[in-house]
């Protein structure tokens, strides 16, 4: 008994001290709201899901749905840190590819104050191992992390296939 209970403070501690997703130093300004197809890869399983970011008086929601409109993640970013939106249980998943598109979808102007450590290529942007974005145009991009883990996103409307 007393080993799992151990087990279970080592994992909820790992957890804890688990890396966070690197956020923008300040907000970056965005056209919003913004409406995105995701593809999720991984281990040649795909899941589709629909993205809404919105503006509100204290940051941004995020609201994320499977293709029948079913939440699969709502969070808000209010003053650099996320926050639950709803009854969902947290998804920390959610909360990193959440902060990946914002990091994808920072104005180049905005990017090297937002995200010091971040390279850019031509058509390219990274920040360390953690993320690879690469755009196909200016709307739509794959987005890289690790463990083989692959997004392509597109804009909800005048979508391009992955």
Same mark, same amino acid.
């Given at each position: 008994?007393?080993?799992? #209970?151990?087990?279970? @403070?080592?994992?909820?501690?790992?957890? %804890?001290?688990?890396?966070?997703?690197?956020?923008?130093? !300040?907000?970056?300004?965005?056209?919003?709201? =913004?409406?995105? $197809?995701?593809?999720? *890869?991984?281990?040649?399983?795909?899941?589709?899901?629909?993205?809404?970011?919105?503006? *509100?008086? @204290?940051?941004? !929601?995020?609201?994320?749905?499977?293709?029948?409109?079913?939440?699969? @993640?709502?969070?808000?970013?209010?003053?650099?840190? #996320?926050? %639950?939106?709803?009854?969902?249980?947290?998804?920390?998943?959610? !909360?990193?590819? &959440?902060?990946?598109?914002?990091?994808?979808?920072?104005?180049?102007? *905005?990017? $090297?104050?937002?995200?010091? @450590?971040?390279?850019? $290529?031509?058509?390219? !942007?990274?920040?360390?191992?953690?993320? $690879?974005?690469?755009?196909?145009?200016?709307?739509? &991009?794959?987005?890289?992390? *690790?463990?083989?883990?692959?997004?392509? =996103?597109?804009?909800?409307?005048?979508?391009?296939?992955?």
């Amino acid at each position: 008994m007393i080993g799992r #209970w151990l087990l279970g @403070a080592c994992l909820i501690l790992l957890c %804890a001290c688990a890396s966070k997703a690197p956020l923008p130093e !300040r907000s970056p300004h965005l056209m919003l709201p =913004i409406q995105l $197809h995701i593809v999720r *890869e991984q281990a040649e399983q795909r899941q589709d899901w629909l993205l809404v970011i919105q503006q *509100e008086t @204290a940051g941004l !929601r995020w609201s994320m749905m499977d293709p029948l409109g079913i939440p699969v @993640a709502r969070q808000r970013l209010v003053d650099g840190a #996320w926050q %639950a939106d709803g009854l969902l249980p947290p998804n920390p998943q959610a !909360r990193e590819l &959440f902060a990946a598109l914002l990091f994808a979808l920072t104005p180049d102007t *905005e990017l $090297h104050s937002n995200y010091p @450590a971040a390279l850019v $290529h031509t058509d390219q !942007r990274d920040i360390g191992k953690r993320w $690879h974005i690469k755009y196909r145009q200016p709307q739509v &991009f794959d987005v890289y992390m *690790e463990q083989g883990l692959t997004y392509h =996103i597109s804009p909800l409307t005048g979508e391009v296939s992955p």
